[in-house]
Structures are given as C-alpha cells and as structure tokens.
C-alpha cells in the first residue's frame, strides 16, 4: 500500500492567535473538532489534505504531517527499530488512531490510521 500524506496540524503556543493568524494570511477558517481547543483547517479547496489547529503540549509548539498507515503501532515500532524516537505511542480518538515519531535528526512525524 502506498503511504500519502493524509493529515496535518499546528500545534500552537496560543492556538487562537494562530487561527487569528492564518485565517488573516490565507482565509481560512476553522470548524471545531471533539478534542476541546482543537478545530479544523477549512482552507476552501475540496480534496485538499485536511488539517487543524490545536495547543502544543509544550514548548513552542510544532507544525507536524501525518503518513497513512494500516498500523499505526506496528508503524511506530519499526520506525523506532530503525533509530526513530517514538514521541507519542498509538492513541486513538473516535474514528482515527495516530501517533508521533522523532526521526534520526529530531523531525517530528505522524502516522495515522482511519478506524
């Protein structure tokens, strides 16, 4: 199977300046999401790889992409068996599980897997 970008969000220190932001910058706007403080991209272009806006964890937050995986576990563990850092293990949420890999340099990147 082919692995496509399927996915991407920023993960901001102060999400509501970011969407403020971007919704200036580019006219998108930002339908919310189940996770609370997190919406989506709505960027106007049907097809386009969806996205969101959320807070970061820590730090000063991150932009990450997600590849599309059959498993996202097993895809954590043999990025992780080829020197990756795993970031966030498996987690699922109603209709999706993702998860978070470092990559050799310290890249943030996500895999993810519609349920």
Known sequence: MAHPVVHYEIRAKDPDAARAFYGKLFGWSFPPAAEPGYTYIENGVEGSIPGGIGQAP????????????????????????????????ATSVPGVTFGLFADLEGHVVGVSSND
């Open 58 to 89: 820590v730090g000063t937050g991150q932009v990450t992409f997600f590849i599309g995986v059959e498993d996202v576990a097993s895809a954590l563990a043999n990025a992780a068996s080829l020197g990756a850092t795993v970031v966030l293990p």
